[in-house]
């Protein structure tokens, strides 16, 4: 009986502990790591190198954000059991945007691109999009979206709790950019020559500022703003 019980031990301890290590910031640290994290949102930083295919992990139940950090080719994800199917995302461009209601997902990650691929997924802790809600898409910035004067800006998502905005700064400019929400988060996107509250920033980086001095070098800067009303 005693043997019995030892292995049942070891086999419900195993269980949990690859339960625990499918969490890819512990597993997978140089694929997933951390940017900011709040009461409000966990914001992630997925890198997902060229012609690799990444373990099995798990992403929780919660409606996100997703934005695309650069151009790259497609990707296929495959999903475990209970719901076994490849999904294969199509090639993005860098500032694209998607916005998808809350789903578990347990899945590897196999790069069907000739490029490395980087994303920030914004996982929202207190906001959840309705189940029966399709996925938002919006496009990369065109040259409609640039070939303004004043301080390009779009909003790409809008409900009752939660505002997404595209910024935009143009070469050799410097802007006070302020928020209306209640609260709001800075996600940087396009960051090559700029600063960003007097420091040099990264694609990606975040800020829960009400307002956020941005200057531009020789290139365009491109920020997503969420405002919580």
């Given amino acids: ?22 969490d890819p910031l512990k597993t997978l640290p140089k694929n997933y790591w951390m940017e900011f994290e709040n009461s409000r949102v966990k914001v992630i930083h ?6 690799q295919t990444l373990p099995v992990h798990d992403h929780p139940d919660a409606s996100v954000l997703y934005i695309y950090l650069n151009d790259a080719g497609p990707l296929k994800f495959l999903h475990d059991a209970p719901h076994e199917f490849p999904v294969e995302r199509k090639p993005v ?14 899945h590897r990650v196999q790069s069907l691109s000739s490029q490395d691929s980087d994303s920030i997924r914004v996982e929202f802790q207190t906001v959840h999009f309705p189940d029966d809600m399709h996925d938002v898409r919006e496009p ?32 050799g400019q410097a802007k006070e950019l ?29 800020w829960d500022t009400p307002s956020l001095s941005v200057k531009a070098g020789a290139s365009r800067v491109e920020l997503v703003r969420v405002e919580w009303k």
Avoid: N
């Avoid at 009986?1 to 290590?21: E, I, K, N, P, S």
């Avoid at 409609?144 to 595209?166: C, H, I, N, S, Y």
């Fill in 1 to 22: 009986m005693r043997g019995w019980r030892w292995v049942a031990v070891m086999v419900v301890g195993f269980g949990v502990a690859l339960a625990l290590a499918q």
């Fill in 46 to 51: 997925a890198h997902y190198p060229a012609m």
């Fill in 93 to 106: 461009q860098t500032g694209q945007i998607r916005m998808a209601a809350a789903k578990a997902e347990t």
């Fill in 140 to 171: 990369a910035a065109d040259e409609v979206f640039w070939g303004v004067d004043a301080p390009p800006q779009k909003v790409v998502f809008e409900d009752a709790r939660l505002r997404v905005t595209r910024l935009g700064v143009l070469p």
């Fill in 178 to 206: 302020v928020a209306k929400g209640k609260a709001a988060l800075w996600i940087a996107v396009r960051v090559e020559g700029a600063s960003y509250a007097g420091k040099v920033a990264h694609a990606g980086e975040c």
